[in-house]
């Protein structure tokens, strides 16, 4: 079987030194927001180039908490791409605004600038929202186009978060992701690309006063100290444990992310005649948290794929604003048709920084008889 994802090569590498960061938690006794979490992030501060890295509980309250240090009501307007996870939709609603979902790119997969000024415009002519905020979704890996995104914003007065739960590692020019919006916020769920083994998430900011509200909203809305509440806030606090996990992991990160590179190479070699494979953001690294190509025949492919053990993921069949939960916040099937088209046609490959390359040459080899 070719794997998707990879995890245990990854720990059987690991081990030893995920071991130890284990017993020192436990040794240590501070097993929430103890000094392995203080560590960590400060190490990823570090290598993002961000003053305040955050961890948090997981990627949706990461968006929750970005959302609720803003004060927003349900008068306020939140865009957003309808070609994402729920994640990124529900946060809005439980960060206690209105989600207005917009069209994505249909080669980056991430949200179109043009449609998003369009959309604001119309919510302004309406009247009945106020836009407050952009969240850009990095999907699959790759940056939003943030020097537009800036610009709309700049010109309409939005703050703008980057949802990069996929994109961690990925670079603008020579901006890490993390640094290119007012807020971004990251997951460590298992699947990432820089993972944890359970539930963690992380928010980053350049902005004294955001950090402050952020670390108090994690926790309970603390002020002064436990019992001095001055915000509504949320249980959000990452544990040691995860923290210690993902450190170990981050002192190889920049070698899987360089061996994800070298698959994704071979796909856009062997494929790129055959189905239409990822575009790539100019002057970018993608952290190729998925390897999405577009086919016809979408299903069929995935079932000759696991025919073979070969293991095909879809992401996402259905796009946000035609969920039954958020139906009510979009103009129904034919409003967003980029999105709707890609729902049907997009594939994730295999993608992992531990694939052989004679496995990826299966794939590869399987998708073209396919076609062929």
Not at 26 to 50: C, H, I, R, T
Not at 139 to 165: T, V, W
Not at 242 to 268: C, H, M, P, T, W
Not at 339 to 353: G, H, I, K, Q, T
Request: proline residues 4%; negative net charge; glycine residues 8%.
């Amino acid at each position: 079987m070719v794997q998707y994802i990879d995890l245990k090569s990854q720990y059987a590498r690991l081990k030893d030194r995920i071991g130890e960061g284990i017993s020192e938690v436990l040794e240590g006794g501070q097993y929430v927001l103890g000094p392995a979490v203080k560590n960590f992030e400060e190490e990823m501060s570090d290598y993002l180039g961000v003053r305040h890295s955050i961890g948090v509980s997981n990627g949706t309250d990461a968006i929750i908490m970005a959302l609720l240090g803003l004060g927003l009501t349900p008068k306020d307007a939140v865009f957003v791409p309808s070609f994402t996870y729920v994640a990124t939709a529900e946060a809005i609603l439980m960060g206690n605004a209105t989600p207005v979902f917009t069209e994505v790119d249909e080669r980056s997969f991430n949200i179109d600038p043009q449609d998003l000024s369009a959309r604001i415009e119309a919510v302004k002519k309406e009247g009945r929202l106020t836009p407050r905020v952009i969240i850009a979704v990095d999907l699959f890996g790759q940056p939003a186009d943030y020097a537009a995104l800036r610009k709309i914003a700049d010109e309409h007065d939005l703050f703008i978060i980057a949802d990069a739960a996929q994109s961690i590692g990925g670079k603008s020019g020579n901006k890490m992701i993390g640094s290119l919006a007012d807020c971004t916020t990251t997951s460590f769920y298992p699947t990432k690309p820089l993972g944890c083994y359970g539930d963690g998430g992380m928010v980053f900011t350049d902005s004294d006063e955001l950090a402050a509200i952020y670390r108090s909203v994690r926790a309970h809305g603390e002020g002064a100290h436990r019992y001095d509440v001055v915000r509504v806030g949320m249980n959000a606090r990452l544990d040691s444990i995860q923290a210690a996990i993902l450190s170990a992991k981050l002192g190889i990160f920049e070698e899987e992310l360089e061996n994800r590179e070298r698959v994704a190479r071979i796909y856009d070699e062997r494929l790129a005649d055959v189905v239409t494979v990822p575009w790539r953001v100019p002057n970018s690294r993608c952290a190729w948290a998925q390897y999405t190509i577009q086919a016809d025949d979408r299903d069929g492919l995935k079932d000759h794929l696991a025919a073979e053990n070969l293991v095909s993921m879809v992401f996402y069949a259905k796009p946000m604003h035609l969920q039954t939960a958020y139906e009510m916040y979009g103009d129904g099937a034919g409003s967003l048709p980029v999105s709707e088209r890609l729902a049907d046609r997009v594939l994730s490959l295999p993608m992992n920084p531990y694939l052989s390359d004679e496995e990826v040459h299966r794939v590869c080899d399987r998708i073209v008889s396919f076609y062929k």
